[in-house]
């Protein structure tokens, strides 16, 4: 099978998805640095802003090596945004959660990303941004399975 040579690059997908992701990711990045964050950083606080929750619970969800998050640990403990403490139903376990200094840096970085998000989508209605979510969230699902 050939390729139709008439597809311009930005009518492929993957490729439409690509350049808009390298946009968006430069657009996030400059959200985070309002609030003096790097992506692994922010994702950390974000994640503990819901709840407290354990080392292991973070390594999962940001999918880092262990070694990773205790830099990254490290670094937000340093800012006094989190802190650490040993679970007092199993001592092995931290427990990581967010200070109030770590609350009011999420807040605005949350600011800075509400208002990025509104530029992104503006042409996007409420209901449409919904069905982009689900969409890529969808196709993220199978994102791990890709083999070249």
Not at 69 to 81: M, P, R, S, Y
Not at 111 to 129: C, I, N, P
Request: with cysteine; net charge negative.
């Amino acid at each position: 099978m050939t390729a139709d040579r008439t597809t311009r690059p930005l009518d492929r997908l993957g490729l439409l998805l690509a350049w808009h992701g390298r946009i968006t990711d430069a657009w996030i990045r400059r959200a985070f640095s309002t609030a003096g964050l790097t992506p692994r950083h922010a994702m950390t606080l974000m994640h503990l802003g819901v709840a407290p929750m354990s080392q292991q619970s973070l390594i999962d969800k940001l999918d880092v090596d262990p070694s990773v998050l205790v830099t990254i640990l490290n670094d937000l403990e340093g800012e006094d945004l989190v802190h650490r403490r040993r679970d007092p139903a199993d001592r092995r376990r931290h427990i990581v959660e967010i200070t109030p200094d770590g609350s009011a840096t999420l807040s605005t970085l949350d600011t800075a990303l509400t208002k990025v998000e509104s530029e992104l989508f503006a042409d996007l209605s409420q209901d449409e941004r919904t069905t982009l979510r689900d969409l890529l969230n969808r196709t993220a699902a199978h994102s791990g399975d890709y083999e070249c």
